[in-house]
Every structure is written in C-alpha cells, then in structure tokens.
C-alpha cells in the first residue's frame, strides 16, 4: 500500500517552521509500516532547507520515505503534465475532516491493521479531547 504523510501537525506537533514534539506513536506506527511493506511518502508543505531539516528528523527517528513530496523517488514535476497531488492508498494528515487538527496514531494503527499501540509501555498518558471526555472517546 502506499501511504502519504504529512509532517507538521500529524508527526509532529505543529510548530512550523521549527519542528515540534514527536507525534505519540507516530514513528512506531511508521516503523512498523515499513516492516510489513508498505511505502511511505512524505508529502509536506514543506520545502527546500525546511524539507531537508524533516526528512532527517524522520531518519534519526528510525523512517526512510519510499520518496518525498513524489510519487516515486525519480519523479520529476512537471505542472503542466501532471497534478501536484500524490498517488497514494492512504492519506494521514492532520487537517483531514475524520482528525480535525488531533491525530491519533494508535487509532491509524488499528485502521490500517498495524497492531495495537499502548499509552503505557510508552509512559504517556494520551490526553482526552473535550469531546472525547464528554462522549467518552
């Protein structure tokens, strides 16, 4: 399957142009993309020496993307022939209506049939959104 990811907001919170906190569970759940064989790209707003400074963040966090703002690693962009969007299966991104600026990554994990990701081996406890609390989510 290929995946598009979006950086800023959805593996990490959002503090652009710096980079924010890692995403709990983000780059587990990315790890364990890449093990079972999907291909992962990273698809950012972001460019040029901001775009180099997230895919290595990315690589010290254990991700190498299949290919970046690209549908494949040897793509060269032409405007006039082809669409800026990337073909991708699965879209993860923060400002996707089902999200709405909160990620939750154990909640991809099971969508995607990752396994399961547990707020306690990982000594986080995962906040509740004001939503959540009253509805119990």
């Not at 983000?26 to 901001?50: M, N, P, V």
């Not at 669409?83 to 154990?106: Q, T």
Request: glycine content about 8%.
């Amino acid at each position: 399957m290929k995946i598009a990811v979006d950086f800023d907001g959805t593996l990490v919170e959002h503090k652009y142009p710096e980079i924010g906190a890692k995403k709990l569970f983000a780059f587990e759940t990315l790890r364990e993309l890449q093990k079972r064989g999907d291909f992962l790209i990273l698809w950012t707003y972001r460019s040029g020496r901001l775009l180099d400074e997230a895919v290595e963040f990315c690589r010290k966090n254990g991700v190498e993307f299949y290919a970046v703002n690209k549908n494949y690693p040897e793509e060269e962009f032409d405007e006039t022939q082809m669409s800026r969007k990337i073909d991708a299966d699965v879209y993860i991104d923060d400002r996707n209506v089902e999200f709405l600026g909160e990620i939750d990554w154990s909640e991809i994990c099971k969508k995607l049939n990752v396994g399961t990701m547990n707020e306690a081996d990982y000594g986080t406890p995962k906040k509740k959104s004001f939503l959540g609390s009253l509805f119990g989510k």
